[in-house]
């Protein structure tokens, strides 16, 4: 094949001006095959196995494909089409099928079971004997052990899986765009501020339309939901959001009821095939939690002391709505718009009168001057670096000689034909052979209301939370010291606590200190005033109670669907989302909605059985940034010993272990608990 396809050129930085849907197939070809002879070379060869001919030499051939697919992937995330689409699916099916084979190669297996009992392992530092013996835990839950017929079963069923994700994730992608309500009376948009009309003016032009268009991208969303006066408006966009992908939309035709049901069962065949009793159990084989009793037990001793506080704030949303805003009913569709006028009641204080002290642009700013305080490292753009869209950019990251060791594309803006959500995934990854060292680049995407003609993109404070979450995976990327990319980064590191290092750099967000540097507002460049501050902070826990019985209504159904999954009964979905809200939820959503059909962070985003890891991950931050609270919020001291103890060391060694390395001790939850306003 000529050396024109750009996903085949060894180039530092994608070239994504170059990379069209007819080049993904026969680059994924070419890769696999070469991936393929490597592999069989190895194996052939009678010298002895060490950590350099077989561990080595397989990270190389696997960055070869990840370095290959990591923009092809990207690219379905972010400027998705058709003929994208079906690329990706086509190449897909090839990397899981050559994956799940490379999984139960026994030769290969052998060959690095012989690394770990030769003399060398001892020896090795600690990262490479973790990514040996991550390698060994991988091989068996790829099913290397199994045999005939099931070992073809288990590849038959990865390869199902890896569709149906990616069918299931398109299809909510195809809903929320499919949905929009075309306004052209401004009296419609009563309540709405300037900000959030904006938006919806600017959804209106890309369509050559007059007025106004709702959709369901989330900055239109939140605009109504939060603002809007009328509320047969807020009833019809709550319902369009909350039945996106399901039986109750657009006459099924983006239904994943069927995708739902059918991944629950062959994650449940799987899991067994391998000698587990539930998605659940094997889940736990890489993650920090001890058991699936364990998981049950932390949620549900969450949900005992916060469902008290849940109710309390529901009661004086409704006692509030009754009395000054007329409504007698309060409904889900209600709650945010109710709430911001309690809150704006009680405190004073609304998000509108925060934004114009968030400009995007100085937030980002003050996010990399947080980030300098507290690690030491600049953030620094560079020009003329090829991107997907306009709104992309691209930052180098450099230690304090000003040597460039990391980068990060950002891409921050909400957009057709862009997944929603917010998200960090791995451009390159850190990685060191004979002769150089490639270094690692993420991407960090997220989904903000864009900039107008006459105003720069204004966030709520919320959204300034999402940024510095979403820069945290980031960190925990970029600043790795690891060599391996199997255990550097974000790779390898238990998935409950692979949010530690993003809901930690959330805390810097809330601190005076933190704020001095990041909110300027967008026309005077005054910085927060102090009385508006304070006003931040006396609302930080308002309705908390009932935000934290949302995430453990999704942690709890998450892991009960994939624990309890029967064949005999099916995935019993809303059955069981039913049960759940009876023990957390106290404002449940009417018959109709569907959120589990939305739910891509567990059948699409590699949370299944996981969700719970936010809550898990949360108790470490909260406790990990007590330190930075005793000791200073930007003491370099401490900020040097957690970037040396958690963000250097990536995956190659156990979370707790790092923790403990830090704050001396293992975790408590007295932290997370006081960040609620719950008693202990």
Request: charged fraction near 30%; aromatic fraction near 10%; proline fraction near 5%.
């Amino acid at each position: 094949m000529p050396m024109t396809n750009p996903l085949l050129e060894n180039s530092p930085l994608p070239h994504f001006s170059a990379i069209r849907p007819e080049h993904i197939e026969p680059a994924i070809d070419t890769i696999l095959a070469d991936y393929q002879s490597g592999i069989d070379a190895m194996l052939s060869n009678d010298e002895a196995r060490t950590f350099a001919n077989v561990m080595q030499r397989c990270e190389a051939l696997d960055d070869r494909l990840s370095r290959a697919w990591s923009p092809v992937s990207h690219l379905h995330g972010v400027k998705d089409s058709e003929a994208l689409r079906e690329a990706y699916s086509a190449a897909q099916d090839k990397i899981v099928a050559f994956q799940t084979a490379l999984g139960q190669n026994r030769e290969l297996y052998a060959a690095v079971k012989s690394v770990s009992e030769s003399k060398e392992f001892a020896t090795l530092p600690r990262p490479a004997r973790t990514l040996v013996e991550h390698d060994l835990r991988d091989f068996e839950l790829a099913g290397v052990a199994l045999e005939e017929p099931a070992r073809s079963r288990f590849r038959d069923i990865s390869s199902e899986l890896a569709k149906l994700s990616t069918e299931f994730e398109e299809a909510v992608l195809d809903a929320t765009d499919a949905w929009t309500e075309h306004l052209t009376d401004e009296a419609d948009l009563t309540g709405i501020p300037e900000s959030g009309r904006a938006v919806l003016r600017a959804y209106a032009k890309e369509k050559d339309l007059d007025g106004w268009l709702v959709t369901l991208k989330q900055p239109s969303v939140q605009a109504v939901l939060t603002y809007a006066d009328d509320r047969e408006l807020r009833a019809r966009v709550y319902r369009a959001y909350g039945t996106r992908a399901s039986d109750q939309s657009d006459q099924g035709r983006f239904d994943n009821t069927p995708r739902i049901e059918r991944i629950l069962a062959l994650r449940h065949e799987s899991a067994q095939l391998l000698g587990f009793a539930n998605t659940a159990d094997e889940s736990l084989a890489t993650k920090m939690a001890p058991s699936a009793e364990g998981v049950i037990e932390f949620l549900r001793d969450l949900v005992a002391k916060a469902r008290p506080m849940a109710e309390a704030d529901l009661a004086e949303l409704r006692e509030f709505s009754r009395t000054q805003l007329g409504i007698d009913d309060l409904q889900p569709w209600d709650a945010g718009y109710a709430a911001e006028k309690l809150r704006e009641r009680k405190y004073a204080l609304n998000e509108e009168e925060l934004k114009p002290y968030f400009p995007l642009p100085a937030v980002l700013d003050g996010l990399f001057a947080v980030i300098n305080r507290v690690l030491g490292v600049s953030v620094r753009e560079r020009a003329n670096v090829e991107v997907w869209h306009e709104d992309a950019r691209y930052f180098d990251l450099l230690d304090a000689s000003g040597k460039v060791f990391a980068g990060a594309y950002i891409d921050l803006y909400a957009r057709t034909g862009k997944r929603g959500g917010a998200w960090m995934d791995v451009c390159t990854s850190r990685i060191r052979s004979e002769d150089a060292l490639q270094l690692p680049v993420a991407y960090l995407v997220c989904n903000f209301a864009p900039p107008t003609p006459d105003r720069p993109s204004l966030l709520t404070h919320d959204d300034v939370i999402t940024l510095f979450h979403e820069f945290g995976h980031g960190l925990h990327h970029m600043l790795t010291e690891v060599d391996y990319s199997g255990v550097s980064g974000i790779s390898g590191v238990e998935w409950d606590a692979v949010e530690l290092p993003s809901q930690f750099m959330e805390n810097f967000a809330w601190k005076r200190e933190g704020l001095d540097l990041i909110a300027r507002h967008w026309q005077t460049g005054e910085r927060l005033p102090d009385a508006l501050f304070e006003r931040m902070q006396r609302a930080r826990n308002f309705q908390s109670g009932l935000f934290l019985v949302r995430q453990l209504e999704f942690g709890l159904f998450d892991f009960r669907l994939h624990r309890e999954f029967d064949p005999a009964r099916g995935a019993r979905t809303l059955e069981l989302l039913e049960e759940v809200r009876r023990e957390v939820s106290v404002l449940a959503p009417p018959e109709w909605h569907r959120f589990p059909h939305a739910f891509t962070h567990i059948f699409a985003g590699g949370y299944g059985a996981g969700y719970y890891s936010y809550l898990w991950a949360e108790v470490l931050s909260a406790d990990a940034f007590e330190r930075f609270e005793q000791e200073g919020v930007f003491n370099r001291e401490v900020g040097e010993a957690w970037r040396k103890a958690v963000l250097a060391v990536g995956g190659s060694r156990p979370a707790l272990e790092s923790f403990v390395e830090f704050r001396g001790r293992e975790p408590t939850p007295d932290a997370l608990l006081r960040s609620y306003g719950v008693a202990a």
